[in-house]
């Protein structure tokens, strides 16, 4: 591209070996090479870029840190510029008084979580990617994460946001309130987008201070229906721990295979709860989980100290990655939703059509708030194979709608899961949805092919 001299002192290239690496993220979609790659080192920058692609008919395509489950962040239309967030990554300000904090759209999740620790804060959403993936793409997923069952998602921290919309033009959206009701709230349209409304140049988000103490047990079930059936049995009593994730016997076979954590794998199923808070009222409420246990003849370990405490978690964090070194296999991965008394059901039935199948099923994740992330393992090279995975895929989805539940609980709708969102929602509240991005990208620059399904 000739004139890329135009937004001179910008990075920008269009090298094939800087815009092969944009080209993916870590679902199974498959994108195309863009035809440019932006690294804005600021908002002001962000503002240019997006002016001078709209002149010229460029796509733009928002990126974090490409740790997205729907393909979200990949170039899928010719002439797209991919506008990579990764070197704007300052903590503004950390407020201890107003629990606050202002920061760029690049920051690593797991780096702000140890800022906010040395002054005795945490920012609740942590998703098992919280290593790798951005703020920005957090706000943009409306990402969860283990401890949503007690503290909720990233959209329930986000106080106020600065946005480059597609005219290249800036809006702050949100106040840094924890009340107010000052006409709609737009920021809840741009939390979840997906980047197809604007691009998410600064971010001000609500944090908490830490708790006074954790503890953490597994509880270990023979039968798969009775670790569904715990769940809505410790949320009864009135106990909401900070996590109650569940793993099934593959997922902690897989896990064993590539660490040395000592996870069960003579089990059915498995629970890591954690409850935090002052310590009396916590112990307590450890003894009742174990009693619920062993009523349900399950089995409690406790983890003694921090280490094991992270050995676990670090476990618990590499599962997607253990699924993808598996050599034969490959992972369909979908992340459904619902409603926590149906867990026991859609838990047996996933099981029964693993069987059936004859394909590998391996389920995992926020158990406490009925979100499993569902990884149908197919055949590499097995076309046959791959066919029924996807055949698999429109079950489950038609299953959990049935259920009442949501065919994605966090990761988004991107482009895998957008031949099937009509499954879930009505024609008029895709029409409303359509309406609403006309108005935010009359050109249909931000993102398209993302989010609604094909015309
Ligand atoms: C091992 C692993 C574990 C995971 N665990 C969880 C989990 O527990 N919970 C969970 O919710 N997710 C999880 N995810 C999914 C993923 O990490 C999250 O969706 C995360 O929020 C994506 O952040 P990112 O920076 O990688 O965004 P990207 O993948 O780069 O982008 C995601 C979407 O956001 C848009 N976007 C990114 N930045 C901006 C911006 N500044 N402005 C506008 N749009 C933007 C992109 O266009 C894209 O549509 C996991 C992923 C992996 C690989």
């Known amino acids: 591209m000739k004139d890329l001299k135009l937004i001179e002192g910008i990075d920008i290239s269009d090298k094939k070996e800087d815009l092969i690496c944009y080209s993916y993220d870590a679902s199974y979609a498959e994108g195309i090479i863009p035809e440019l790659v932006a690294w804005p080192k600021s908002t002001e920058e962000i503002s240019k870029i997006i002016r001078w692609a709209a002149n010229r008919g460029l796509k733009i395509v928002p990126r974090g840190a490409g740790t997205g489950m ?12 991919v506008v990579s967030l990764e070197k704007m990554r300052e903590v503004y300000e950390i ?26 804060l945490f920012f609740p959403p942590d998703p098992a990617s919280l290593e790798y993936c951005t703020i920005g793409g957090n706000v943009s997923t409306n990402a969860g994460g283990p401890r949503a069952i007690k503290y909720g998602v990233t959209r329930n921290y986000v106080y ?5 919309l597609s005219n290249g033009s800036t809006v702050k959206l949100g106040g840094v309130t924890a009340k107010r009701v000052v006409g709609y709230e737009l920021k809840e349209l741009l939390i979840g987008a997906e980047g197809t409304l604007g691009v ?14 954790i503890i953490t047990l597994l509880l270990k079930f023979n039968d798969l229906a009775k670790a569904g059936e715990c769940i809505p049995k410790i949320l009864s009593k009135g106990i909401t721990p900070r996590t109650l994730e569940f793993l099934d016997s593959t997922c902690l076979r897989i896990i064993e295979d590539n660490s040395e954590v000592g996870l069960p794998t003579n089990v059915e199923a498995m629970l890591l709860v954690e409850l935090d808070g002052e310590i009396t009222s916590i112990k307590r409420q450890a003894e009742m989980i174990v009693d619920i246990t062993r009523k349900l003849k399950g089995e ?24 993808l070194k598996m050599k034969d296999k490959k992972k369909i991965n979908i992340d459904i939703a ?17 069987e059936i199948n004859q394909i590998p099923i391996v389920s995992f994740g926020h158990g406490g ?3 499993i992330h569902v990884n149908i393992l197919v055949t590499k090279d097995d076309e046959e194979s791959q066919k029924k995975g996807f055949e698999i895929v429109t079950q489950v989805f038609q299953l959990t709608v049935e259920l009442g539940g949501s065919i994605s609980g966090e990761h988004g709708i991107g482009v895998t899961k957008k031949p099937y969102i009509e499954m879930q929602l009505s024609r008029k509240s ?25 015309e």
């Open 70 to 81: 729907a393909g979200g962040a990949i170039p899928i239309k010719q002439k797209s510029l």
């Open 95 to 120: 407020n201890r008084k107003n629990f606050t904090t202002t920061v760029d759209p690049g920051v690593i999740n797991g780096e702000l979580q140890r800022e906010l620790q040395i002054h005795g």
């Open 160 to 164: 106020e946001l600065e946005v480059v």
């Open 200 to 213: 998410i140049s600064k971010i001000t988000l609500k944090v908490l201070p830490e708790p006074e103490e």
């Open 300 to 323: 409690t370990q406790v983890a003694s100290d921090y280490y094991s405490r992270e050995a676990l978690w670090k476990a618990r964090r590499s599962i997607s990655p253990c699924i």
């Open 338 to 354: 619902v409603p926590i008394d149906k867990l026991s059901k859609i838990l047996l039935s996933l099981k029964e059509i693993s």
């Open 369 to 371: 708030d009925g979100n």
């Open 430 to 454: 895709l029409e409303l949805m359509k309406a609403v991005k006309k108005v935010f990208d009359p050109k249909e620059i931000m993102n398209p092919g993302k989010i609604f399904p094909s």
